[in-house]
């Protein structure tokens, strides 16, 4: 998946660089060794960093863990799962609304419902639809629902 670095802090390759040579080039959760075979899936092992509360921002040394992609991608499991649900939901959303204001677009009023704009505006952190020109908002985190 394509890192987008607008969302980390301009220094985030130095900060993650300090952290792996901390911990010596070693996964903290599996020991798996950055450029060597991965112990389990004999693949090449990259390391990265994994932000505990996924707060990109937030790069105390306590916030930091250095994990294999394996161990990454196990950490981040449960935030992509809700991120999927969250997408497919909402692009049905966007679907029925889509459909219901081009099939009333001869009225004047809006009728869709508020509690369907509101939950799609909560579902896609009020990023516009590809090509709308709606203004970005902010999201709750879910951060609370994966375990470290």
Known sequence: MPVDWS???PDWKEISYRRKVAVGWKCEMCGAEHGK?????KSMVVLTVHHIDFDTWNNTDGNLLVACQRCHFRLDRAYHAKNRRENKEL???RRIAGYVARK???MDECVIPDEVIERM??????????GHPCPRGTSASVRS???V
């Open 7 to 9: 969302n980390y802090p």
């Open 37 to 41: 075979p991965h112990w389990k899936t």
């Open 145 to 147: 629902e994966v375990e």
């Open 104 to 106: 009333l677009a001869v």
């Open 91 to 93: 692009a049905e959303l």
């Open 121 to 130: 505006k909560e579902l896609s952190d009020n990023r516009p639809a590809p």
